[in-house]
């Protein structure tokens, strides 16, 4: 038997980097590869890249100098190490990456890691490989699916990537030029990968796309349906107790969506939707096609059909022209929503994209004061929504072992981490905890009933989540 070859593979950036990074694990160890969590050790590296901000594009280079070092040492030894760059810098700077860091042997963009094994035979023939082409066939069609102890050593809980691609051209964004316009993947593909990871263990499933929300894969009767349509059919498939879905555009929320929130237990109340900036003047700018009072309207219809519904957000501060007017507007929007949590982020120009040619730039000083005053302010909205949970009795999926021995850890509907003391044998359970305090970002409680026995499981709790 051949000795398997080791495969280290590290991932930067968003959910989809994730999803991608465990289908490129899944379709190497059909060619004979096994993960290792050392660069050192393995006869493959892989960095899975991300080009959203100019810092994290940066990484992939500082990296490739680490990487560098390893491959020499390896080949001291006598053994070949080979190294791949994959992601959207690998979409979005191809060739220019060997010129760079001569020491890759593998260029690979997101639309092609199902060529993966052939760009690999050809790097280990003595040459380079570079694919960079968005190919006619879907790639989901060629991507080796998971083992079930591949999933199983997951965990329990999973990302599904139902949607890619991007058509909304937001002025900022480099995730049209990196993955394409928009493509949704048929509904009985997903369900079939939904069913296999619940046959496996899974019980939660967040769906994932550049932009889920504009999901329109081909149903089985043909038509095009709307991702609130595909959630319903998920959550028939037993196992599956949680679904939940990232990334969406306030513009893509229509009916069948917030119908599913009003229906579905399963249908986390919990839903991230980046507004990026409060001011109108701005969003038209950013080419966001959406006003504040639009994006107030999704928000009141969210919460029309679930009352304990929470929103996340994303905000980009010092946005060209962005002056101290606009960034007020963004506070008072922030004070107005009251989020459960958001991420921010500091301008940042992209080679290519329209922002990046405007003039009216804001100082460093002034973003970093902006970003500052707005990190400020959604900390505190966290910490208040944190902290109101204390004293209820919610729902917790667990999920692992914690740091502290004897210490369980899952997520609330709001994906709080809350820790209990319990035996292992509730990972993967969905179990009531009263929820006594707080220690920085994690829920500590105690399990509000005893765990049921094994024998009981089928038919664990499903207590109202805020109550
Ligand atoms: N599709 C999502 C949406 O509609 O907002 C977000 C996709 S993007 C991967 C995640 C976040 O990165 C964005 O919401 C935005 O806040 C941030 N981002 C994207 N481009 C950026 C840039 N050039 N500078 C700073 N932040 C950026
Ligand atoms: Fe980028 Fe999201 Fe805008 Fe698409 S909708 S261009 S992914 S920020």
Redesign the pocket.
């Known amino acids: 038997m051949k000795t398997p070859r080791k495969l280290h593979i590290k991932s930067y950036g ?1 959910q989809m980097n994730v999803y991608d990074a465990q289908r490129m694990v899944d379709t190497l160890q059909a060619e004979g590869f096994v993960e290792t969590d050392s660069a050192e050790d393995a006869d493959l590296v892989i960095l899975n890249t991300c080009h ?2 100019e810092k994290a594009s940066e990484k992939v280079y500082s990296e490739l100098g680490r990487v560098r070092l390893a491959k020499e040492h390896a080949a001291r030894s006598g053994r070949e190490m080979r190294i791949a760059v994959a992601g959207c810098v690998a979409q979005a700077e191809g060739e220019e990456i060997i010129r760079r860091a001569p020491v890759v042997d593998v260029v690979v963009g997101p639309q092609s890691y199902h060529h993966l094994p052939q760009l690999l035979a050809r790097a280990e023939s003595g040459g380079k490989a570079v694919e960079t082409d968005f190919p006619a066939e879907d790639k989901f069609n060629f991507l080796a699916q998971p083992k079930p102890d591949a999933i199983r050593a997951r965990g329990i809980s999973a990302f599904v990537t139902v949607q890619e691609g ?1 058509d ?1 051209f ?1 002025t ?4 049209p030029y990196t993955r394409g316009s928009e493509v949704s993947r048929p509904v009985a593909k997903i369900v079939d990968d939904v069913k296999r990871l619940a046959d496996n263990g899974v019980r939660e499933v967040t769906l994932i796309g ?2 889920v929300n504009a999901y329109h894969g081909e149903g089985p009767d043909g038509r095009s349906w709307p991702l609130g349509k595909l959630l319903h059919r998920l959550a028939e498939i037993s196992g599956i107790a949680r679904l939940r879905y990232s ?1 969406s ?1 306030p513009r893509d929320v229509e009916e069948s969506l917030i119908a599913a929130h009003r229906d579905l237990s399963a249908l986390m109340p919990f839903v991230h939707l ?1 507004v ?1 900036s409060g001011s109108d003047r701005i969003l038209a700018a950013m080419n966001r096609r959406h006003t504040v009072r639009d994006y107030l309207d999704v928000i009141d219809r969210f919460r029309g059909a679930r009352q304990d519904i929470a929103f996340s957000s ?3 501060v010092g946005f060209p022209s962005e002056s101290e007017q606009d960034f007020s507007a963004t506070l008072a929007l922030v004070a107005q929503i009251r989020y459960a949590a958001a ?1 921010s ?6 080679p290519g ?1 329209p ?1 990046a040619e405007m003039r009216e730039t804001v100082s460093t000083a002034d973003m970093d004061h902006r970003l500052v005053r707005l990190q400020e302010l959604i900390d505190s909205q966290q910490s208040a929504f944190n902290e109101a949970a204390i004293g209820t009795t919610v729902d917790v999926l667990f999920e692992r072992a914690g740091r502290n021995a004897g210490q369980i850890v899952g997520r609330t509907a709001y994906l709080q981490p809350a820790h209990v003391m319990a035996s292992p044998d509730i990972i993967g359970e969905i179990l009531p905890v009263r929820l006594e305090s707080l220690e920085r970002y994690s829920l500590l409680g105690e399990l509000a009933a005893p765990a049921p026995s094994r024998t009981d499981r089928s038919t664990a709790s499903s207590i109202t989540i805020g109550a």
């Open positions: 968003c959203i901000r991007c909304k937001c900022f964004c480099v995730v550049q932009n990334t555009h980046p990026q994303d905000f980009i991420y982020f500091k301008y940042s120009p992209r994209t922002a």
